[in-house]
Nanobody, 124 residues
Framework: QLQLNESGGGLVQAGGSLKLSCAAS????????MGWFRQAPGKEREFVVV????????YYSDSVEGRFTISRDNARNMVYLQMNNLKPEDTAVYYC?????????????????WGQGTQVTVSS
């Protein structure tokens, strides 16, 4: 099993930046593509971005492309989400997730392990 623990959320003004981190433990980290999802109050969980096992493939949702950057450090079992030019509509709980598929997926059902989430709030 893989345990995931997110950190780095907080309150930021519109236009600001935050960097989320996700620490993995318990299994071989490089066996998993890593994704970030988010869920706003009253809305369904939505895909944000995914990075492949090796980090050579990434895929972003249209809503964050050009503003967010995913990266991973396989030596440290970490995945990061750099979020720039944040907007109020980015306000949500952000979840780190692991998928056994090489390139991961945009579907939450294809992820096998989830973190507990970290709150990001963007004020206008």
């Amino acid at each position: 099993q893989l345990q995931l623990n997110e950190s780095g959320g907080g309150l930021v003004q519109a236009g600001g930046s935050l960097k989320l981190s996700c620490a993995a433990s318990g299994d071989t980290f490089t066996n998993y593509a890593m994704g970030w999802f988010r869920q706003a109050p009253g809305k369904e969980r939505e895909f944000v971005v995914v990075i492949s096992w090796s980090g050579d493939y990434t895929y972003y949702s249209d809503s964050v492309e050009g503003r967010f950057t995913i990266s991973r450090d396989n030596a440290r079992n970490m995945v990061y989400l750099q979020m720039n030019n944040l907007k109020p509509e980015d306000t949500a709980v952000y979840y780190c997730a692991a998928s056994a598929y090489y390139r991961g997926s945009i579907s939450s059902g294809d992820y096998h392990y989830w973190g507990q989430g970290t709150q990001v709030t963007v004020s206008s």
